[in-house]
């Protein structure tokens, strides 16, 4: 590894730390990420539910302002953000990308990876159901998700081959998925979308994914039907 990809990785480093959360769609991007690339990491759960949230605490507010999870705490920084730990992943930990080599293919991740992480997840974010109302919540997830699911579909019908952008599993993958998971919580009607869910059954049995599921997770509650 050339010297400006890590500056501050060194061997004695400590192993990464991941604050995470079983079900968030977030925790679980950058975990397939990790995986993917092989990077042995810690989990320290962070129970978005219990006592109104551990993400607000004090404690964890001083490592994600933003009070949600991730964070990475990797080569002596902190992280937050998905799609930016992705991003550092992918820069300094270049085995086995994330991002095809061709622009075009490139944009078209960036592409999938935006509608899903700012056009879709954030408006059926936790915070934002709670908002909304635990009466009309499920009925606002479905209309969000739907409305992006049918983009996604579309952009999928011109690139995808085995996976999202041709035949190399890509971030777009690492943030389906967990969309996908999230359609089904919610109950959303997911035949329309027959490239999605041709994907999402690819990689379910994909190690790195299969590891990185929810149900797979420390801190998923034993007793969770279909786990
Ligand atoms: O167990 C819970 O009900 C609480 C939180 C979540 O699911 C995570 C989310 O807010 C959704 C997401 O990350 O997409």
Request: hydrophobic letters at 35%; proline letters at 9%.
């Amino acid at each position: 590894m050339s010297t400006n990809l890590c500056p501050n990785a060194s061997s004695s480093d400590p192993q990464p730390i991941l604050y995470s959360y079983w079900r968030s769609s977030c925790s679980w991007r950058v975990r397939i990420a990790m995986n993917l690339k092989e990077i042995p990491y810690d989990i320290k759960p962070i129970s978005l539910i219990k006592s109104g949230g551990e993400q607000h605490c004090n404690e964890y507010r001083e490592v994600n302002p933003m009070e949600q999870v991730p964070a990475l705490q990797i080569d002596g920084h902190t992280l937050i953000e998905s799609v930016a730990i992705m991003h550092y992943l992918e820069e300094t930990r270049p085995q086995r990308p994330l991002l095809p080599q061709d622009v075009h293919k490139r944009a078209k991740v960036r592409e999938i990876v935006e509608i899903i992480c700012s056009g879709i997840q954030p408006l059926q974010n936790l915070i934002v159901l709670i908002h909304v109302g635990e009466e009309k919540k499920k009925e606002w997830a479905q209309h969000w998700i739907t409305r992006g699911f049918r983009a996604v579909e579309k952009a999928l019908s011109t690139s995808a081959g085995k996976y999202c952008v041709g035949d190399e599993i890509s971030m777009a993958d690492c943030c389906l998925v967990p969309q996908v998971f999230n359609a089904r919580r919610f109950h959303v009607d997911l035949r329309p979308y027959p490239i999605i869910l041709r994907i999402d059954r690819e990689l379910e049995s994909n190690p790195a994914f299969r590891a990185a599921h929810p149900s797979n997770q420390p801190d998923c509650p034993p007793e969770l039907p279909n786990k």
